[in-house]
């Protein structure tokens, strides 16, 4: 079986789709075209689809092909949203350039490559007409670059919670200083809002300036005790946004 499906991957096919894919924005907040493009291609390797509005606009999409028989059931999983494009492109961010073997656009890494290459081994399997047992799934998310509403929903769905086995397929090159994990960790966002007391710029000490605050805040985040696992080791803190004026 393994062999079938393996003379059946197609590496054309995969730079095709994540061309394709980069060409549709999806930036966090708009993922249904490319959801909708999802869906197109998962049906026509003979998969039953759904797509589960989380917000408006907002789908993730769902796609599964059953095996002969009960058995372990996979899933290919990758979220659909990516960040902003930014500034300082030198090419269209929503056409892929390939340079020096190199795929550039936005999105290419996170992760419209890693759904390209999903839905190559759900083609290479549908192509090859292998016979497996159990369920073979794919799942695209919506919201990941923000705050997980997509993951979020899906968990929620019992028929989701009992998988077997998660494959994310993030574009990662991995080695021996840096193996390819077999686990993650979670996160959790937190929305800290300092508030302060108005005062004249001449006289700040009459008020409380609460973006001074918050930036004590920051520079202390170091200082948290974090937790230590066996396996994934110490967590982490990131601050991705601050915001500061008048009200």
Same mark, same amino acid.
């Given at each position: 079986?393994?062999?079938?499906?393996?003379?059946?991957?197609?590496?054309?096919?995969?730079?095709?789709?994540?061309?394709?894919?980069?060409?549709?924005?999806?930036?966090?907040?708009?993922?249904?075209?490319?959801?909708?493009?999802?869906?197109?291609?998962?049906?026509?390797?003979?998969?039953?689809?759904?797509?589960?509005?989380?917000?408006?606009?907002?789908?993730?999409?769902?796609?599964?092909?059953?095996?002969?028989?009960?058995?372990?059931?996979?899933?290919?999983?990758?979220?659909?949203?990516?960040?902003?494009?930014?500034?300082?492109?030198?090419?269209?961010?929503?056409?892929?350039?390939?340079?020096?073997?190199? &795929?550039?656009?936005?999105?290419?890494? #996170?992760?419209? @490559? =890693?759904?390209? !290459?999903? /839905?190559?081994?759900?083609?290479?399997?549908?192509?090859?007409?292998?016979?497996?047992?159990?369920?073979?799934?794919?799942?695209?998310?919506?919201?990941?670059?923000?705050?997980?509403?997509?993951?979020?929903?899906?968990?929620?769905?019992?028929?989701?919670?009992?998988?077997?086995?998660?494959?994310?397929?993030?574009?990662?090159?991995?080695?021996?200083?840096?193996?390819?994990?077999?686990?993650?960790?979670?996160?959790?966002?937190?929305?800290?809002?300092?508030?302060?007391?108005?005062?004249?710029?001449?006289?700040?000490?009459?008020?409380?300036?609460?973006?001074?605050?918050?930036?004590?805040?920051?520079?202390?985040?170091?200082? &948290?005790?974090?937790?230590?696992?066996? #396996?994934?080791? @110490? =967590?982490?803190? !990131?601050? /991705?946004?601050?915001?500061?004026?008048?009200?």
């Amino acid at each position: 079986m393994i062999d079938d499906v393996l003379r059946h991957l197609d590496d054309g096919y995969t730079v095709r789709l994540s061309e394709e894919m980069i060409a549709i924005p999806s930036v966090t907040g708009e993922e249904e075209a490319v959801a909708l493009y999802v869906q197109e291609k998962l049906e026509s390797y003979g998969m039953e689809t759904e797509l589960q509005y989380v917000a408006d606009g907002r789908p993730n999409v769902y796609g599964v092909m059953k095996g002969s028989g009960s058995g372990r059931r996979l899933n290919y999983n990758a979220h659909t949203d990516t960040v902003p494009a930014g500034d300082d492109w030198e090419t269209d961010p929503f056409k892929a350039v390939i340079t020096d073997g190199k &795929l550039y656009g936005r999105g290419a890494c #996170d992760m419209k @490559t =890693g759904i390209a !290459c999903s /839905l190559n081994v759900i083609k290479a399997i549908a192509d090859s007409g292998a016979e497996f047992r159990g369920e073979l799934s794919f799942s695209g998310v919506v919201d990941q670059e923000a705050t997980d509403i997509g993951a979020w929903a899906m968990m929620e769905e019992p028929k989701w919670r009992s998988l077997d086995g998660v494959v994310l397929t993030y574009s990662y090159c991995g080695d021996e200083t840096k193996p390819i994990p077999l686990g993650l960790t979670g996160k959790i966002l937190y929305n800290v809002e300092v508030k302060g007391r108005a005062a004249h710029g001449f006289r700040p000490h009459l008020g409380v300036n609460a973006v001074e605050d918050a930036a004590r805040i920051i520079a202390n985040l170091d200082r &948290l005790r974090l937790v230590k696992h066996p #396996d994934f080791g @110490t =967590g982490t803190v !990131c601050t /991705l946004k601050t915001e500061g004026g008048y009200t």
